[in-house]
């Protein structure tokens, strides 16, 4: 009995001391664009009860928060959908791996200059962004919206090369996806990722000139997704964090703070 006794005690020593090894945890995110701290907000709340803490790390643009999370300076990152990790995974050979998916958002047309797409005229200039994926995505958006039209084969990740029509001769103009914003004085109009969007007081429900659609794309190039380094992919700490973004309180504040311009992926 005593030998019985003794074992359980040790298991339960061994239990007690993993639980206590979360708590107190601090697991640094990176994200890029300052509306993701309303994501944020009742993931960190709900893991706090655990004791463990979410620090939120911003980065200005998308070129930093893989390497910083290959490198080992943060611990997950949640900023990009697959199209993007993919090429930075192929380009980089960074060694990073999607452990949840979050969402996809809307990566309309806006204009200060028309209201509608079919006042497009020849030789307009439009403002898409830089990186391969979503400068890709955004020439998917502009052939739904009848500008051009890219080679089938393609893809979701069309490059200005897959380009087989250009009625109206659009001049492309293309820039680091946060700078596009303060293009739009200057273009007859841009395609803008969301969080950007948001960022500038855009409202992706209604400002928008051409809205995006999920219809547009073949496959889930453009769900995004919370990613860790490889090594980690099975971090019994990270599972809880996907479980409590995973949730009815995050889902709400995609369709309250963010006028359903974010659709949860995980349903």
């Not at 403002?127 to 393609?154: F, M, T, Y």
Request: charged share 20%; glycine share 6%; net charge negative.
């Amino acid at each position: 009995m005593k030998k019985i006794l003794l074992i359980f005690s040790c298991i339960f020593f061994i239990l007690s001391c993993s639980n206590n090894a979360q708590k107190g945890t601090v697991v640094k995110i990176g994200h890029v664009g300052e509306s993701d701290r309303m994501i944020w907000k009742p993931v960190i709340e709900k893991l706090a009860k655990e004791g463990i803490t979410i620090e939120l790390v911003s980065f200005a643009d998308y070129t930093i928060p893989n390497q910083a999370l290959n490198d080992g300076e943060i611990d997950l990152n949640a900023f990009q959908h697959n199209a993007y990790l993919s090429n930075e995974i192929k380009t980089k050979n960074y060694d990073l791996t999607p452990i949840a998916v979050t969402y996809i958002s809307a990566m309309n047309i806006y204009s200060k200059n028309i209201t509608n797409v079919n006042q497009i005229k020849d030789k307009d200039k439009i403002a898409i962004p830089n990186d391969p994926s979503n400068g890709g995505r955004a020439l998917k958006v502009l052939q739904a919206a009848g500008i051009i039209k890219v080679k089938p084969e393609a893809g979701d990740s069309p490059s200005i090369n897959d380009i087989i029509e250009n009625p109206f001769n659009v001049e492309l103009v293309e820039v680091d996806a946060g700078s596009i914003y303060s293009l739009l004085p200057d273009v007859a109009c841009a395609v803008i990722n969301c969080n950007y969007a948001i960022d500038f007081g855009l409202n992706p429900g209604a400002d928008y000139i051409f809205k995006d659609d999920p219809s547009i794309y073949s496959g889930n190039s453009f769900i995004n997704l919370i990613a860790a380094r490889t090594e980690d992919k099975d971090n019994e700490l990270y599972k809880k964090i996907v479980a409590a973004y995973q949730s009815a309180e995050v889902e709400k504040v995609y369709s309250e703070d963010f006028k359903g311009a974010y659709l949860p992926a995980w349903k």
